[in-house]
T-cell receptor, first 112, second 115 residues
Framework: AQSVAQPEDQVNVAEGNPLTVKCTYS??????LFWYVQYPNRGLQFLLK??????LVKGSYGFEAEFNKSQTSFHLKKPSALVSDSALYFC??????????FGAGTTVTVRA | DAGVIQSPRHEVTEMGQEVTLRCKPI?????LFWYRQTMMRGLELLIY????????DSGMPEDRFSAKMPNASFSTLKIQPSEPRDSAVYFC?????????????FGEGSRLTVL
């Protein structure tokens, strides 16, 4: 069975500081890994994905994530957070059957 | 493209009533997914379709739930009879088969409240 864990319910950072949202996965084989963001009263929006190749993946809005196979992690990062980055972030893992398993989500609050 | 369109955005109903949620996927997308989001259980996949055919409905909670996709541009999720524990936000998402990337495009969701 495939699963993903987001160990932090909430992350609070000051604007301009680096932002990291953690994700670890448990899946056999070679997973597909995704990050989505959800703003209040909206649907999820795709940020970035790792399928294969370079372990550092760059996505929308200045976000990036690093795939670490030995640590089974896929942490989301942004060098300098903005107040507008405040949202709910979901990590997801999939395989080749299009069924994504989502983590519980991490609420990010960026204070001015 | 307008994206995935869901209706209604909000629905308040009484226990025992039938609820029908609707979804129009992005044109050309081969896969359609129904998810349910609650505080307690997070995001749960209910069912998904490929080329209008249900592939996996193992996430459908019970027989009160049913989903159809009569054509490539329309899907419904029906709850009959509804119960208070069905209160949640229901999302529809669609996906295009391009190298098995699995990127999902979500609608804005239908917030269901069952009294």
């Amino acid at each position: 069975a495939q699963s993903v864990a987001q160990p932090e319910d909430q992350v609070n950072v000051a604007e301009g500081n680096p932002l990291t949202v953690k994700c670890t996965y448990s899946v056999s084989g070679n997973p597909y890994l995704f990050w989505y963001v959800q703003y209040p009263n909206r649907g999820l929006q795709f940020l970035l994905k790792y399928i294969t190749g370079d372990n550092l993946v760059k996505g929308s809005y200045g976000f990036e994530a690093e795939f670490n196979k030995s640590q089974t992690s896929f942490h989301l990062k942004k060098p300098s957070a903005l107040v507008s980055d405040s949202a709910l972030y979901f990590c997801a893992v999939g395989f080749n059957d299009y069924k994504l398993s989502f983590g519980a989500g991490t609420t990010v609050t960026v204070r001015a | 493209d307008a994206g995935v369109i869901q209706s209604p955005r909000h629905e308040v109903t009484e226990m025992g009533q039938e609820v029908t949620l609707r979804c129009k996927p992005i044109s050309g997308h081969d896969y359609l997914f129904w998810y349910r989001q609650t505080m307690m259980r997070g995001l749960e996949l209910l069912i998904y379709f490929n080329n209008n055919v249900p592939i996996d409905d193992s996430g459908m909670p019970e027989d009160r739930f049913s989903a159809k996709m009569p054509n490539a541009s329309f899907s419904t999720l029906k709850i009959q009879p509804s119960e208070p524990r069905d209160s949640a936000v229901y999302f529809c998402a669609s996906s295009l088969v391009v190298g098995n990337t699995g990127e999902l495009f979500f609608g804005e969701g239908s917030r269901l409240t069952v009294l």
